[in-house]
Structure formats: structure tokens, C-alpha cells
């Protein structure tokens, strides 16, 4: 599979439309993909995660339990799916929020200051969009310009003026060079 | 047929239906089918539709009754605490011999139960849709694709045999988003003689109407009606199945389900079991004659439902006790994981050996 | 020879079902002469409700549908948002629309759903053989308050026109009665304008007839109108309740 990635955090972190902005890209390049949310009562202030499975060949199900890469965007999401990744996956930890490493050594591990990163260059609440801009370096699951694309066509217009500082959170996550546990 | 675009199941089945000419939309906001009803609402005043939120579903209901008497292609969408109000209704437009299409986006039950994903409503749907003999064509999807392809083909079978139709979704294929693509052209439903549009003075009044005092008569309108209903039997089963060809144990399962037992399938196959999955696509009518014929090639079945079994009653009056059926079920708006399947499944196989 | 008197084109050649004195009778001319005179019998979609009037598709001489028990409102309303330029009638027992129909009576009226009901009281449950209804009045006997209802244990009648009359939706609201010769011209005048006021595109249109059910009194007919006069009219007073313009948009345009 191209990409088998559950990202995790709570709600209003942007973590379904990380997920969106993921799979937008394989309907750019005509693969594909599925992405599920899980939702609760509340819309915002909750956990909230999305699986986004993308391939060359039909999804036969979209529901991820033993991620192949994960994103954890805090600290009850850290707790509840790193043990799941599967052997040989990879987990990316928003540093700037969980302060937490995980034991396992069959996986690759990422701890990224995504949120602070964001902070520190202007473009507050993009940590999600920087951690992106990370999985696709270490993933390498479509091209930054498709990734750039699919960002244009998940902002509606009403936020179109957000385009500018959502391409250069992309990039900036796509540029940090994380220190790999 | 090209173009493609990435929708919510609940979002797409909407956009099918306008596409198929669907201009009036009666609904009750109820989780998870909520999205239906808010996109029929942004979309509906710009086509010259109506989008209009009842009281209550039994009100909404009532209201496709109403439209649908008139002619229009009318539906409404709930999940299922909100089905069990329309049953009235859904029993009343079945006795009137009128298309509706119904959406049920089920959650666990019964009573409240939770928002989260479940097969619990299959009993309902196949068995008592609402009072008295009748049926409903159910409809099951299990992609986002389907979604649009089967409200579409809800409408139009409706249509045709005059009868109600249900598409029978789940919370998680609702709130799924995958690839979809619409045909470039849905035909104009056919003309309706029947329909209540006035007389204009011109022809007799046309009555649409359930109640018949004398019983050799409403006797008589209801085998009619299971002439029609034998005649769907015949012509608009639908099922589909995956590696199937050479398996020894074959899973039964439908909507997302089906798909979570395809990953379950492959899990099992790479651990040696040669497992197969047979998918009926209408749960009415279902595919019983064609499962049986499946079933003739394989040593074991498993059904799996999210529900404490419910269309494992349809597999074994399918199968008629020529292979041993199990079940396998999670309920309460648990999904049940590909692995968990897969263990089931590998069990089956360990048992027989 | 010269023809002084016919029967409505409004109504088809059935004999009707109703016990003798019943003034459905009445009420179903009165709808169907209306519907003629107005010249929209041929646009005319009629909604029947469960209850005594669960035959009137056989009678009225247009387009018929039968509701279930007390959703006619909502079935109209849906005959309507299709077909804007049709007249579209709900003909209701007090059953049907106060007791098990209430919240489709209530919410078809605030919508302002452009449709006329006309509204059966008769103070009981004809059609299963003498209950008691909603309209029920205190102290009156029935089958199922055989002491006399008891306000303080059934609770009170349902003064429709009263509950509607604060209701926005709502452009006409008569109550009217059909025990005299002069309350059948009335009541004639109070459907027409209802009908009228729907055709105006204005909104919501009821009109309340109190009738009889001679057979579930316990009465001759005779009786009977003389019970409409004495015991009805002082606790449901006659008269208009509501006449004005809920501001639709006209007909025609879609809603």
C-alpha cells in the first residue's frame, strides 16, 4: 500500500483535514483511497482521528488498525495507538505536545515540534499542515507539488487567503530535518 | 462518467439523488445521516427543489406520501430510531403502491443506542418495514460508488414496480469519503398516470388510497402485489462476491462489513485458509438461490453482521442445511476489524480439520 | 324544462356511508360547490383523513389521496410543494387533527403551508363508535368517559381556532357550524374564503364546522342540532379567528 496512515489528536487540530489533504492527492493521480473518520458527539474539543488508506489497486477496507504510519497530535492518541503501528511503520509525535517516546525499536519513530515550528514561523495552528509536510519527506507517498495541489483544492473559498501560509507550513515541515530517535 | 470526486458516502448518496431528478427531499435531522439532509438544504434552492425539514419523521414521511401521490421523485433520510417513526408511513406508501426512496443510515439500537456504526435494522428493513404484508426494496451498499449507483437504481426499480425502495447504509459508509463519479445522464422518470395532478376536468378523479373494508378485495390487492414482488424477485437481485472462485469457506456479509471481510479474506488467505466472500448487494430481495448455489462449493460459511444476527436467518434459509453456518457479529456501534474476522475465519478451518 | 336545482359537479354519484343526520353530508356539499363555483375542481387534489371521512375520496369528484391517522397536514404539504398551482384540501375529524394529528395541524399552520383544512368537530370518536375525542366536552358522556369527562382527570377540550389564531402561519381561521340554515350559509361563506385564501398564495386556511353524530350522542338528528346549538357554540364560539396575509412568496415560485 502507498499510504496506510491513521493520524490522531483531538478535534479542531485539523486532523480530519490533514487527512483530507493526504487523500486528495491520490484522486490527483488517479490512484485509490479512502479515508474514514471517527466521530463522537462532540465536533470539537474531543479525539479525533482519521485513517487514510491510499493504493494502486481498490481499497478493500478502509479501516486501519494496524497503521503502517501513524500521527499522533497528542498525548491520548500516543498512548492509544503506538502499540498498534505495525512492525516495520513508523510514528510521527508532535513533540511540542506529547512528551512522551515510545519503547519500541521496530518502529521508526519521528518527534517532530510541529506546533512550536508553526508558532515560531508565523503560522499558528498550521502544526498540522507542518507535520504533513514531514510524513510526506519520510513517506514519500506522492510529489510536494501534488501535495501543494490537493492543499489548493481542500481549502474552500471563503479561506482561500490562508493558501499562502498553508504551502509554506507544507514546506516547512517538508524541510526540517528531524532527529530520529 | 469521467470526472471524479472525492465525497462523504452521505454527501454522494445526495448528490446521486439529485442528479436522478430527486427534487423533493423531507427530512428530521438525526446522527450520523445529518450530512444528507445539510446538503440537500444548500443544494435544493438553486436547483428550483425543495428541501424542506419536518416536524418529526413521521411528518416527513408523510410528506413523501404526499409528494410521491403527486408524482414527484421523493425521498427522505434517517438513521434508526427515526426509521422506526416512518415505518407507519413506509407501511402506507407500500399499501398505496407508490416509489419513495427511504435512506437509513443505521446506528446501534435499539432504543437510542449510540451514533456509532451498526447492522441492527436488517430484521426491520427485510422482515416489517411497517405494518401488514409488504416489502421494501433494500438496497446495500458498501462503497461511497455504490452509494450513488444504488440510490439511483432505488428510484428507478421504485419506479418501476411502484413500490418504496430503502437504501440501507451504515454510519461509517456515511461518513467515509472515496472516489466517486456520476453518470453523465439519468433518465426523466416515466410519465405517471396515476399521479394525483388534478383532473382538469377531463378525466376521472384518481384515488390513491390503503384501505379496502371488504376482505376478499384487500385479499385480492395484496396477491397483485405479490405478483409484482415475485417479479422483483426474479429480475432485480444483485450480489456480488471476491475470490470466491476456489475457496473452501465462504464469508457472508453486507454493506461496510463486506469490506472490512475482504481485508479479512486476504489476512486469511496469507495464512493458508482459502477463504472466499459472497456480498449480497439487495437484502431484499436477496440472493437466496444464487447463495445456495455458492454454498454447494464450500465446506463452511461464516456470516458476519454488525448486529447480533440478523441476516444470518437469510444465509441459513438460503443454504437449507446443506453446509453448517456460523456467525460472527459485534454490536452497539463496534466495527469489528479485519483480524478479528480473520481469526474467526482460520477457527472455522481449524475446526473442520 | 328548465333545470332550477342540481347536485355539485363536485361530487361524484356515490351514496354516501353516513348515519342518517350526520351533517358530513352537508359539509362535503358545501366543500364541493365551493370547489365548483370557484372553477378549480379540475386543479383540486383533496387529502381524506382515518376517521368517519375515511370514505370522502369516494365522493369528492377530484383528485384523492387517503392519509394515514392525522398526517394529512403533512401529506398536503407535500402535494403542495409539488404541485404549487394545484388547490390542495385536508378534510379532517377532530381525531384525527387535535388528538393524534396535533403536531402535523400545529407545524403546517407555522409553516404558513398554503393548503385549506377543513376541520370536523363533533365532539366525539364517530368512526369507532363513540369515544371520546380531544373536542369532547366537560361533563359529556362517551363510551370511555361513561361518568361524564372529567376535566380535572381527562383534562380539557382542544380549542383548535383559539390555539391556532396565535399561530403566524396562519391567514384564516373560521369556526362555523352546520345546525341552522343561516350557520350553512356561513359556513359555505367561511370555506369559499378559505379556498380563496389559498388561491391568493396567503397561507394556512382552516375552517372549523361543528357538526353532529346523532348515532354516538345518542340522538335524533333533530336532537342533535339542537345539542350543536345549546351545549356547542357557548363552549366553541362561532366566528373568524384569523384573516390576514402571511406573506408568502406568489404562487407558483418555488418554496
Not at chain 3, 369507532?128 to 358522556?141: E, N, R, S
Not at chain 3, 346549538?229 to 412568496?249: Q, S, T, W
Amino acid at each position: 500500500m502507498i499510504l496506510n496512515m491513521l493520524v490522531a489528536g483531538f478535534g479542531g487540530q485539523g486532523v480530519l483535514f490533514m487527512g483530507k489533504v493526504a487523500a486528495k492527492t491520490a484522486m490527483l493521480e488517479e490512484r485509490f483511497v479512502s479515508w474514514l473518520p471517527s466521530y463522537g458527539p462532540e465536533m470539537r474539543g474531543g479525539t479525533a482521528n482519521c485513517a487514510v488508506c491510499i493504493d494502486d489497486k481498490e481499497i478493500s477496507c478502509p479501516l486501519i488498525t494496524r497503521p503502517e504510519t501513524l500521527v499522533v497530535l497528542n498525548t491520548p492518541s500516543f498512548e492509544r495507538f503506538t502499540d498498534a503501528v505495525k512492525p516495520g511503520g513508523r510514528v510521527f509525535v508532535d513533540s511540542s505536545l506529547v512528551d512522551k517516546k515510545t519503547d519500541r525499536t521496530d518502529i521508526d519513530a519521528f518527534y517532530i515540534p510541529s506546533t512550536g515550528l508553526a508558532e515560531e514561523n508565523g503560522l499558528k495552528g498550521l502544526g498540522n499542515i507542518v507535520m504533513l509536510g514531514q510524513v510526506l519527506r519520510q513517506t514519500a507517498f506522492t510529489g510536494l507539488e501534488t501535495l501543494v495541489q490537493s492543499m489548493k483544492e481542500c481549502v474552500p473559498a471563503s479561506k482561500a487567503f490562508l493558501q499562502e501560509a498553508n504551502e509554506r507550513a507544507l514546506r516547512l515541515g517538508f524541510s526540517y530535518c528531524a532527529v530520529q530517535a | 462518467m469521467s470526472q471524479k470526486y472525492l465525497m462523504k458516502g452521505n454527501e454522494a448518496l445526495a448528490e446521486a439523488a439529485i442528479r436522478a431528478h430527486c427534487r423533493h427531499f423531507f427530512g428530521y435531522p438525526i446522527t450520523p445521516q445529518t450530512e444528507v439532509a445539510a446538503y440537500m438544504a444548500k443544494r435544493m434552492p438553486k436547483i428550483g427543489g425543495t428541501y424542506l425539514q419536518a416536524e418529526s419523521e413521521v411528518a416527513a414521511i408523510n410528506m413523501v406520501l404526499g409528494a410521491a401521490s403527486a408524482g414527484a421523485r421523493a425521498m427522505t433520510s434517517s438513521s434508526s430510531p427515526g426509521i422506526s417513526l416512518k415505518t407507519e408511513g413506509i407501511s402506507y406508501i407500500a399499501a398505496s403502491d407508490l416509489p419513495a426512496l427511504i435512506i437509513n443510515v443505521m446506528r446501534g439500537g435499539p432504543g437510542l443506542g449510540g451514533i456509532q456504526p451498526s447492522q441492527s435494522d436488517y430484521w426491520q428493513a427485510t422482515r416489517a418495514p411497517g405494518h401488514g404484508d409488504a416489502q421494501l426494496l433494500v438496497y446495500a451498499p458498501s462503497s461511497v460508488q455504490e452509494m450513488v449507483d444504488l440510490v439511483i437504481r432505488a428510484f428507478e426499480t421504485g419506479e418501476k414496480y411502484r413500490c418504496p425502495a430503502m437504501l440501507l447504509a451504515d454510519g461509517m459508509l456515511g461518513q467515509m469519503m472515496e472516489p466517486v463519479s456520476f453518470p453523465d445522464e439519468i433518465a426523466l422518470p416515466a410519465s405517471k398516470p396515476w399521479a394525483l395532478t388534478g383532473t382538469g376536468e377531463k378525466r376521472r378523479p384518481n384515488i390513491i388510497n390503503s384501505l379496502y373494508l371488504t376482505p376478499s378485495q384487500l385479499e385480492e390487492i395484496v396477491r397483485k402485489r405479490f405478483e409484482r414482488y415475485e417479479l422483483i424477485k426474479q429480475n432485480e437481485v444483485l450480489w456480488d462476491s471476491y475470490r470466491l472462485e476456489d475457496a473452501e469457506y465462504m464469508v457472508v456479509a453486507y454493506g461496510a462489513t463486506a469490506r472490512i471481510c475482504k481485508a479479512a479474506v486476504e489476512i486469511a488467505r496469507e495464512m493458508g485458509v482459502k477463504a472466499g466472500l459472497f456480498r449480497p448487494v439487495t437484502l431484499w430481495p436477496y440472493p437466496t438461490s444464487q447463495l445456495a448455489e455458492c454454498a454447494k462449493k464450500v465446506s463452511r460459511i461464516l456470516c458476519v453482521e454488525m448486529s447480533m444476527g440478523q441476516m444470518v436467518d437469510d444465509v441459513r434459509l438460503a443454504v437449507n442445511g446443506t453446509c453448517p453456518v456460523s456467525f460472527y457479529g459485534r454490536t452497539g456501534g463496534i466495527v469489528p476489524t479485519p483480524e478479528e474476522i480473520a481469526q474467526q475465519i482460520t477457527a472455522l478451518a481449524a475446526a473442520k480439520a | 324544462m328548465a333545470v332550477i336545482f342540481q347536485k355539485t359537479k363536485g361530487l361524484t354519484d356515490c351514496e354516501t356511508h353516513y348515519c342518517p343526520g350526520c351533517t358530513h353530508g352537508i359539509v362535503h356539499r358545501l366543500v364541493a360547490e365551493c370547489l365548483e363555483e370557484l372553477g378549480v375542481l379540475g386543479k383540486t387534489v383533496g387529502v381524506c383523513p382515518v376517521g368517519c371521512a375515511v370514505m370522502a375520496y369516494d365522493y369528492f369528484n377530484c383528485d384523492m389521496v387517503e392519509a394515514p391517522h392525522g398526517r394529512a397536514p403533512a401529506v398536503a404539504t407535500g402535494i403542495k410543494r409539488v404541485q404549487p398551482g394545484n388547490v390542495v384540501f385536508t378534510y379532517q375529524g377532530d381525531g384525527d387533527l387535535a388528538a393524534i394529528g396535533t403536531a402535523e395541524t400545529i407545524h403546517a399552520a407555522t409553516r404558513g403551508e398554503n393548503i385549506t383544512v377543513i376541520f370536523i368537530n363533533n365532539a366525539i370518536y364517530g368512526m369507532t363508535g363513540g369515544q371520546m375525542a380531544p373536542t369532547t366536552l366537560p361533563g359529556q358522556v362517551t363510551q370511555t368517559t361513561p361518568y361524564g369527562r372529567d376535566t380535572g382527570y381527562s383534562g380539557f377540550p382542544v380549542k383548535v381556532c383559539e390555539l391556532l389564531q396565535n399561530v403566524d402561519g396562519v391567514a384564516f381561521a373560521e369556526r362555523t357550524a352546520v345546525n341552522t340554515v343561516a350557520h350553512i350559509r356561513q359556513a359555505k361563506a367561511a370555506i369559499k374564503k378559505a379556498f380563496t385564501c389559498q388561491l391568493e398564495g396567503r397561507g394556512f386556511s382552516i375552517v372549523e364546522v361543528l357538526s353532529t353524530c346523532p348515532t354516538n350522542w345518542g340522538m335524533t338528528p333533530v336532537e342533535a342540532l339542537g345539542w350543536v346549538e345549546e351545549k356547542m357554540i357557548p363552549y366553541y364560539p362561532l366566528g373568524n379567528f384569523a384573516d390576514r396575509d402571511v406573506h408568502r412568496k406568489p404562487e407558483g415560485e418555488n418554496v
